[in-house]
């Protein structure tokens, strides 16, 4: 079993920054952040593997990063240029595929609205 536990959402304004962090209980190969804005389908926002090879939806491109620190089990997602469409309930996730995650966080929301 793992633990996940997320941190640093929030309101921010339209083209501002917020970084989110994800703790997990124990080092696993794959790590996401997913993303379901009311209404909407959950949508795979960005994943990293412990190699550090990276996947980005199109909609992000350019716009956030996600990173890793192997030694301490974590995830971030840097979101910059925010924008009101990036408003949702963002969950981290892990496990051997970030495509079929294994666990998840209990999500954090982030809003973006002046």
């Known amino acids: 079993q793992v633990q996940l536990v997320e941190s640093g959402g929030g309101l921010v304004q339209p083209g501002g920054s917020l970084r989110l962090s994800c703790a997990a209980s124990?080092?696993?190969?794959?790590m996401a952040w997913f993303r379901q804005a009311t209404g909407k389908q959950r949508e795979l926002v960005a994943s990293?593997?412990?190699?550090?090879?990276?996947n980005y939806a199109d909609s992000v491109k350019g716009r956030f990063t996600i990173s890793r620190d192997n030694a301490k089990n974590t995830v971030y997602l840097q979101m910059n240029s925010l924008k009101p469409e990036d408003s949702a309930v963002y969950y981290c996730?892990?496990?051997?595929?970030?495509?079929?995650?294994?666990?998840w966080g209990q999500g954090t929301q982030v809003t973006v609205s002046s």
């Open positions: 124990r080092s696993i190969f794959s």
């Open positions: 990293i593997t412990s190699g550090g090879t990276t």
């Open positions: 996730t892990a496990g051997p595929s970030a495509l079929r995650p294994a666990y």
